[in-house]
């Protein structure tokens, strides 16, 4: 029988029974740097990024990678390359950023709970800073005034694929509110910092255009009443589908009613105001799977637990949200098909990829792939149990590239200090 599970994207296929992912098969990508791996798909980034770009029309246009969804240098490579700009959390995304290539003036930091040694370091950079709270706000016009600033808002919308995403609304810890608004201009007077942007991320993982368009209306109105705007940025949040009855994001429905929102916003405002999408996940999600090994069959009274080399360590997703991937028998094109639960090495019961799915059955030495882990897979990744991360590799039509070794015991240990007690 053949797989259950549909590859749905790209050009991921069964080649002499073996999954083939960007034209490399998964057994020789392993035999040549280990397991577990993650690999990524040059041809289905780009594909992603294309996408979005023609899906809106309204111009001056920008794309913000969202580089929290995977950090890794060459990937942010591949995004500058192909003209991205990023959204940028912490120091250390923009100590990255200019590895990768990007000058200040391609970033917008937007932090929560930023230190004042934070604020500091940016400014230093000279990168734009979008103000999470009024505590923020007043400690930087104190030291830095006469500067250009963005303000990230919570409109009262949120929404996301799961409570702890939802980063819009009463319980969210994200943006300067409505009621703040005031103090926000008043700080902004008495420094002197001009508001040229406006932002808002209400969540992420969003599948429905209507969320997206509805929550930029209060946006809109709010921005009609700063005179110094040269952008709006409306958040990352595009969801991908990552089980087979999700629906892919109407990018058609949503493309057409931001450009007719934006259109009717700029001819009321009176100027042409850039638009800025920040996505993450949209972006690298459906380019990357993890590609583990079972090592252990065990049957139950209740279950079959297909045990492998890797864990929630190296992917939190299904613990974190009950997330699901889809997960391929990578070896195995045809065979029986048993509802197995796919469990890591951990010591920890709820270390598991699935609770149960309708598989392939698998044998020990098959390696499964586990997709659509691009995003927040390698990024959320954790050396818990001291048990190291995978390597990562870029596949791009048929050929492979180390682009992250694999972590080491040694790199671990190697932060101890040599205390004598
Ligand atoms: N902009 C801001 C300010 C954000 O906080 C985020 C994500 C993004 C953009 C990009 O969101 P995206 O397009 O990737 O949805 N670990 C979770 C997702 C957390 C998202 C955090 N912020 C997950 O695995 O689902």
């Known amino acids: 029988m053949n797989q259950p599970t549909s590859l749905s994207v790209n050009s991921w296929d069964f080649r002499s029974g073996v999954l083939h992912v960007g034209g490399c098969s998964v057994s020789d990508l392993i035999s040549e740097f280990g397991s577990p791996l993650y690999v990524y798909d040059r041809a289905v980034m780009e594909g992603q990024f294309e996408v979005l770009r023609k899906a809106i029309s309204y111009r001056p246009f920008r794309l913000r990678y969202a580089c929290k969804a995977n950090g890794n240098l060459t990937i942010l490579r591949i995004f500058r390359e192909l003209g991205a700009h990023l959204d940028v959390t912490s120091p250390g995304e923009i100590v990255l950023a200019e590895m990768a290539g990007f000058h200040a003036e391609h970033l917008l930091f937007t932090g929560s709970s930023v230190t004042d040694e934070e604020l500091a370091f940016v400014e230093r950079k000279g990168v734009l800073i979008n103000f999470d709270s009024i505590s923020q706000l007043r400690r930087y016009g104190r030291r830095f005034p006469h500067r250009d600033i963005c303000l990230r808002l919570n409109l009262d919308v949120g929404a996301g694929h799961h409570e702890h995403v939802i980063t819009g609304g009463p319980d969210s810890k994200f943006g300067i509110t409505a009621e703040d608004l005031p103090d926000a201009r008043q700080l902004a007077r008495q420094f002197d910092l001009r508001i040229v942007g406006l932002h808002q991320h209400i969540g992420s993982g969003i599948l429905d255009a209507q969320i997206f368009l509805r929550a930029v209306e209060p946006l809109l109105e709010v921005a009609r009443d700063f005179e110094d705007l040269l952008f709006l940025n409306v958040g990352g949040g595009l969801g991908i589908p990552y089980a087979p009855e999700d629906r892919p ?144 590799v870029l596949v791009d039509e048929g050929r492979a590239w180390l682009i992250r070794r694999r972590e080491r015991i040694e790199d671990l240990v190697a932060l101890f200090p040599p205390v004598a007690i």
Request: with cysteine.
């Open 249 to 392: 994001l109407d990018l058609a429905e949503l493309g057409e009613g931001m450009t007719r929102l934006c259109e009717s916003f700029c001819r009321s405002y009176g100027r042409r105001l850039r638009l800025e999408l920040e996505p993450g996940r949209f972006l690298v999600g459906p380019a990357g799977c993890l590609l583990t090994r079972v090592n252990t069959v065990k049957r139950t009274s209740k279950h079959v637990f297909a045990g492998t080399d890797s864990g929630f360590n190296h992917l939190i997703r299904h613990p974190l949200y009950r997330s699901y991937h889809r997960i391929i028998n990578a070896t195995r094109e045809d065979g029986p098909v048993r509802r197995v639960a796919v469990c890591g090495n951990l010591c920890e019961s709820g270390d598991l990829f699935t609770h149960g799915r309708e598989i392939i059955e698998p044998r020990e030495g098959d390696i499964l792939a586990i997709c659509d882990a691009g995003a927040y897979g390698y990024s959320m990744s954790f050396p818990y149990n001291m048990r190291p991360r995978p390597a990562e």
